[in-house]
């Protein structure tokens, strides 16, 4: 049994990894992709929103999916889609935008299924293992997108055809990823019973709403956050702090190396101290970043500040997911397809919101905004709290659970 969790969870690992590589293949070859479809500046926003609202409405269906089939069943075959998706977008015809729309629908729908039947499962095996390993599958998705910013940085070099960056990715990833598949592992979804026999459904077999409403702000100020880096922290250094090109582009790498740091070492905080200790810890930093970014006299006090961001926003999201897991074990897999929409609001309304602000105001006066937000998630650090005993602050208690049986059967 031991080496069914085992298989189970470095095979979900190598999943976030593939999606990690696979979105920071995409994303940081956007000016690429426009060029070679022939999008203009003004039609370009449309096709990058669509991506996330297609998402979220794939997040929405896996919703209704998993009533019927298991999520490691949605999680192996989406992601064959999105690796196929990725080629897709590589490989169409120049300047033949339907097949962009096409390739991109296709990447957006069945994107919204992964991330949410991948977050599923992870919910699933912490609850097995009886404590916190969330982070470690988003410290494989930050490593994933180091190494897909990385190729895409090598491919944008040596001046190579999207599909041919693309190509090899797509051939390593897709089959390595069907061959993990089969050792994914369902864990048990739905109440346990802790040492003294309590039962701890709180949504009765079914999401309140109401309960899981302060997750989902957490979750869409965390992307909000994430975005504002992303998008915006080049143009920033460069020119708000008057940085060379080059130098312009090492704030966001070293956000996701500190984002990797952060998750790798995040579990055993949460053991240590609990959830809403580490929510409330990376809350203040990730705010202090924002702050140092916005008052930094040169391009590398900002450099400070985005080093910060990264240590702080990255227990953010896996903790949230984690929270509704615990909030709702009975409901586990709707609460978690329902949180996740708010991964794609934040999304959408991050970058734009930041860049209005900068332009009718300053951007300086922009990095308030985010910043301000993180800190209004510390009013809800009491919901990553739920059922504290079984995770919570280094008094991990022993619990009684069955193993879902692995995608293949075990």
Same mark, same amino acid.
């Given at each position: 049994?031991?080496?069914?969790?085992r298989?189970?969870?470095?095979?979900?690992?190598?999943?976030?990894?593939?999606?990690?590589a696979?979105?920071?293949?995409?994303?940081?070859?956007?000016p690429?992709?426009?060029?070679?479809?022939?999008?203009?500046?003004?039609?370009?926003?449309?096709?990058?929103?669509?991506v996330?609202i297609?998402?979220?409405?794939?997040?929405?269906?896996?919703?209704?999916?998993?009533?019927r089939?298991?999520p490691?069943?949605?999680?192996?075959?989406?992601?064959?889609?999105?690796?196929?998706?990725?080629?897709g977008?590589?490989?169409g015809?120049?300047?033949?935008?339907?097949e962009?729309g096409?390739?991109?629908a296709?990447?957006?729908l069945?994107?919204?299924a992964l991330?949410?039947?991948?977050?599923?499962?992870?919910?699933?095996?912490?609850?097995?293992?009886?404590r916190s390993?969330m982070?470690?599958?988003?410290?494989a998705?930050?490593?994933?997108?180091?190494?897909?910013?990385?190729l895409?940085?090598?491919?944008?070099?040596?001046?190579?055809?999207?599909?041919?960056s693309?190509?090899p990715?797509?051939?390593?990833?897709?089959?390595?990823?069907?061959v993990?598949?089969?050792?994914?592992?369902?864990?048990?979804?739905?109440?346990?019973?802790?040492?003294?026999?309590?039962?701890?459904?709180?949504g009765?077999?079914?999401?309140?709403f109401?309960l899981?409403?302060?997750?989902?702000?957490?979750?869409?100020?965390?992307?909000i956050?994430?975005?504002t880096?992303?998008?915006?922290?080049?143009?920033?250094?460069?020119?708000v702090?008057?940085?060379?090109?080059?130098?312009?582009?090492?704030?966001?790498?070293?956000?996701?190396v500190?984002?990797?740091?952060?998750?790798?070492?995040g579990?055993? *905080?949460?053991? @240590?101290?609990? #959830? %809403?200790?580490v929510? &409330?810890? $990376?809350?203040?930093?990730?705010?202090?970043?924002? =702050?140092v970014?916005?008052?930094?006299?040169d391009?590398?006090?900002?450099?400070l500040?985005?080093?910060?961001?990264?240590?702080?926003?990255?227990?953010?999201?896996?903790?949230?997911?984690a929270?509704?897991?615990r909030?709702?074990?009975?409901?586990?897999?709707?609460a978690?397809?329902?949180?996740?929409?708010?991964?794609?609001?934040g999304?959408?309304?991050?970058?734009?919101?930041?860049?209005?602000?900068?332009?009718?105001?300053s951007?300086?006066?922009a990095?308030?905004?985010?910043m301000?937000?993180?800190?209004v998630t510390? *009013?809800y650090? @009491?919901?990553f #709290? %739920?059922q504290?005993? &079984?995770? $919570?602050g280094g008094?991990?208690r022993p619990?009684t =659970?069955?193993?879902?049986?692995?995608?293949?059967?075990?």
């Amino acid at each position: 049994m031991t080496d069914v969790l085992r298989r189970g969870r470095a095979s979900l690992a190598f999943s976030f990894f593939a999606q990690g590589a696979t979105f920071a293949l995409l994303v940081t070859r956007i000016p690429a992709i426009q060029d070679r479809y022939g999008i203009s500046d003004g039609l370009l926003p449309v096709f990058l929103a669509a991506v996330p609202i297609l998402a979220g409405v794939g997040s929405v269906t896996t919703e209704q999916l998993v009533k019927r089939v298991r999520p490691s069943r949605l999680l192996r075959w989406s992601q064959p889609v999105v690796l196929l998706a990725l080629l897709g977008v590589g490989a169409g015809g120049s300047g033949v935008m339907a097949e962009l729309g096409l390739a991109l629908a296709a990447f957006g729908l069945a994107v919204g299924a992964l991330d949410a039947s991948m977050n599923m499962l992870g919910v699933s095996l912490q609850r097995t293992y009886g404590r916190s390993i969330m982070l470690s599958f988003h410290a494989a998705y930050s490593l994933g997108g180091i190494v897909g910013a990385s190729l895409a940085w090598a491919g944008a070099h040596w001046q190579l055809a999207l599909w041919v960056s693309y190509l090899p990715v797509v051939a390593v990833l897709l089959p390595a990823t069907l061959v993990g598949s089969r050792w994914y592992v369902d864990g048990d979804a739905g109440p346990v019973l802790d040492e003294v026999g309590a039962g701890g459904d709180r949504g009765g077999g079914a999401v309140v709403f109401k309960l899981l409403l302060p997750l989902c702000l957490v979750m869409t100020f965390a992307y909000i956050g994430d975005s504002t880096v992303s998008n915006w922290s080049a143009k920033y250094l460069k020119d708000v702090l008057g940085s060379s090109e080059q130098l312009a582009t090492v704030p966001y790498n070293v956000y996701m190396v500190t984002t990797l740091v952060g998750r790798a070492i995040g579990d055993f *905080g949460v053991r @240590r101290f609990g #959830a %809403a200790a580490v929510v &409330r810890i $990376g809350a203040l930093v990730a705010a202090g970043g924002f =702050a140092v970014v916005s008052v930094a006299p040169d391009a590398w006090v900002g450099m400070l500040g985005f080093t910060l961001l990264g240590l702080g926003l990255c227990v953010l999201v896996p903790q949230t997911f984690a929270a509704a897991g615990r909030l709702f074990p009975g409901a586990s897999d709707a609460a978690i397809a329902r949180l996740n929409i708010f991964n794609y609001v934040g999304f959408l309304i991050g970058s734009p919101l930041v860049g209005a602000l900068g332009d009718t105001w300053s951007y300086r006066g922009a990095m308030l905004v985010p910043m301000v937000l993180v800190l209004v998630t510390l *009013g809800y650090a @009491r919901s990553f #709290a %739920a059922q504290p005993d &079984r995770y $919570g602050g280094g008094h991990e208690r022993p619990r009684t =659970a069955d193993v879902g049986r692995g995608s293949n059967g075990l």
